[in-house]
């Protein structure tokens, strides 16, 4: 069968909708005839005003305009929304009269989306002149009523008063970042909170109390949880003798033997000119210790508005023994740590699984929020397809979404003077992202306004975003959110089989080939595409920044082999990589082979990475 037509134009379908009735069936966004004009002509922005929106609240939405076209414009501005490639509500248009060459203007706008919980929606915006598309840029809304569904983690690790905390959390919610770690903002690790209105993290750098309590109150204003950072089991050097109670027969022990003292006590080591030289770490299945420290993280929340703990932990420690000489099974204690924490505070928790350490018991047994996994090559995750198998290694434990913090450009961070700033390598952090969200992740990556995370420490930022990888990473995270039913909606492995004429695929993500990673969700064959044919390595992190961009790959032909129930079926395509994600309808022509039936269709376009649906009941 033959489907008629190439792809249609958007701008038809938005002079259709706008008469249509809210309560009409969904219809097909058709997909533009032609490339839109050159980005930023006249749109500069499109933003919402939340990160998300539970069931029934009103999504405001900003559409910043800076006419640098060279000309006076006059005409409109016409919002589409569309869920999955369908027109989810009638469009919305505002009149633009006379704005002058270099002039700016911002309009606004007031959607109410449909009732339904755990959806994402793509906000089209069109500069009209009459009826001609002047210029295009988009958005998304996540209407979620809790973060777990669909987490988007973000990071704040900067409290001196010198801050900004409205720019920071605007500038976040940008990229719908709807869940903030507050990194290293206390005082202690053992006595966390401080009573003074300024003081000395463990780096020496001030936390300003005003500060923070505004980022939390920020964070909150644009629908974000904001989440407390603290060690599940670290005291200061000295925390012996300091006066905070914490006794030495609590601690963890290298060795077997008894007979303790600190210098037999499991600690990580710190730079020498902070204000501890180490952190000595403790029992997490310990009564006493369990029963200290969850007093400290009392008094936190008492005192600042935090949705709950983020609980960090310092990987495999190898073997360890407690104070009466047994050895301390730690993923465990870790699962008991926090269960308990969660019982004795009542708030909700974050747990960090170091490179997938312990990640299956707390899967199993632990009451955390999502799965959160530290990428680290020592632990086995060392390639693209690492992350993949960490991804699937939980489902089989957990229906619960997975957070993957991981630090680009590692090496080259380092190796960057201090003082100096460099910029992140574009075409890596645009693989490692296209990787885990096809994978079914998040990537833990944003934070402190427009920072990226290039090492664990999270204020060291040495490499900062180029202008054209911040524009990327926005149209990265608005896909993450407009097809998140999609990518996270119970997304399991798949079984579609496809081949592109004239190039090499793998299933492993092998380098020198577009990687096919077939997916299903929502009853969907969903199909992924990322482009390694220009890489020589299969390593996520491109620790040296060495990565080159792909060559954009156009006209590809594809044989996608269907299944029975699959004819008459509507193929769908969408990138984050061109258009600001905009999904279109592709034609295709069936057949049989001695593989079976299949759809053969061609392909528009493979930069970084291309997301095909199939849609069932669609003619």
Not at 481 to 506: F, K, M
Not at 575 to 604: E, I, K
Request: proline share 7%.
């Amino acid at each position: 069968m033959s489907i008629a037509g190439r792809l249609r134009p958007l701008l038809l379908g938005l002079a259709l909708v706008g008469a249509a009735c809210s309560a009409a069936p969904v219809q097909p966004t058709p997909a533009p005839a032609t490339s839109p004009p050159a980005p930023g002509a006249l749109i500069a922005a499109v933003g919402t005003d939340r990160a998300a929106y539970p069931p029934g609240t009103p999504v405001q939405i900003e559409v910043a305009l800076h006419n640098r076209s060279g000309a006076p414009f006059s005409g409109q501005v016409r919002l589409a929304f569309e869920h999955l490639g369908h027109i989810a509500a009638p469009a919305q248009a505002q009149p633009v009269e006379r704005l002058a060459a270099g002039a700016t203007r911002t309009l606004t706008f007031r959607w109410s989306p449909p009732p339904a919980d755990f959806t994402g929606y793509r906000v089209a915006a069109t500069a009209l002149a009459g009826d001609t598309p002047i210029d295009q840029a988009a958005s998304a809304v996540d209407v979620s009523s809790d973060w777990r569904k669909f987490p988007r983690y973000g990071f704040v690790s900067r409290f001196g008063a010198e801050v900004d905390p409205a720019a920071v959390i605007d500038a976040l919610n940008r990229y719908h970042i709807n869940g903030l770690q507050f990194y290293d903002w206390q005082w202690q690790h053992h006595r966390p909170y401080s009573p003074a209105p300024a003081w000395p993290d463990i780096a020496g750098r001030s936390t300003d109390r005003a500060t923070l309590e505004q980022l939390i109150a920020q964070a909150h204003r644009r629908g974000m949880l904001a989440l407390n950072y603290n060690l599940a089991f670290g005291a200061y050097d000295g925390y012996w003798r300091d006066g905070s109670g914490v006794k030495l027969e609590w601690g963890l022990f290298t060795q077997a033997g008894g007979g303790y003292t600190p210098a037999e006590q499991d600690f990580h080591p710190l730079p020498a000119t902070w204000a501890s030289p180490k952190l000595f770490v403790f029992d997490p299945a310990n009564r006493d210790w369990q029963q200290y420290i969850f007093a400290q993280e009392r008094q936190v929340f008492a005192h600042f508005g935090f949705d709950g703990w983020h609980i960090d932990t310092l990987g495999k420690r190898g073997l360890r023994w407690n104070w009466d000489q047994q050895i301390v099974d730690m993923p465990d204690a870790y699962v008991d740590f926090v269960s308990q924490a969660r019982a004795a505070l009542g708030t909700r928790v974050v747990f960090n699984s170091v490179g997938g350490y312990a990640q299956n018991q707390i899967a199993d047994g632990a009451p955390v929020d999502l799965i959160y996994s530290e990428l680290w090559e020592n632990d086995g995750i060392s390639t693209y397809a690492d992350i993949v198998d960490l991804v699937e290694r939980a489902r089989a434990h957990t229906g619960k979404a997975l957070v993957l913090p991981g630090y680009m450009n590692k090496a080259y961070a380092e190796q960057t003077p201090t003082g100096t700033t460099r910029t992140f390598r574009e075409p890596s952090v645009r693989l490692a992202d296209a990787v885990i969200f096809a994978a079914g992740a998040a990537h833990l990556e944003l934070g402190d306004g427009d920072g990226m995370l290039s090492n664990e420490y999270f204020p060291n930022q040495r490499l900062v975003m180029s202008d054209t990888l911040r524009a990327a990473m926005r149209d990265y995270y608005d896909f993450l959110v407009a097809y998140e039913n999609l990518l996270r909606d119970d997304a399991t492995a798949g079984t579609s089989r496809l081949t592109i004429d004239g190039q090499p695929t793998s299933g492993d993500g092998r380098p020198g080939t577009i990687w096919l990673l077939p997916r299903r969700a929502g009853g969907r064959a969903v199909l992924h595409l990322i482009n390694l044919t220009h890489n020589r390595l299969r390593l996520w992190r491109d620790t040296g920044a060495i990565y080159p961009a792909p060559t954009p790959l156009t006209g590809l032909a594809l044989k996608l082999y269907t299944e029975p129930a699959d004819a008459g079926a509507t193929l769908w395509y969408a990138t984050p990589d061109a258009n600001h994600g905009q999904a279109s309808m592709l034609d295709y022509t069936r057949g049989t082979d001695a593989q079976g039936a299949f759809m053969r269709f061609t392909l528009p376009r493979l930069e970084y990475w291309d997301l095909l649906w199939l849609e069932r009941g669609q003619t």
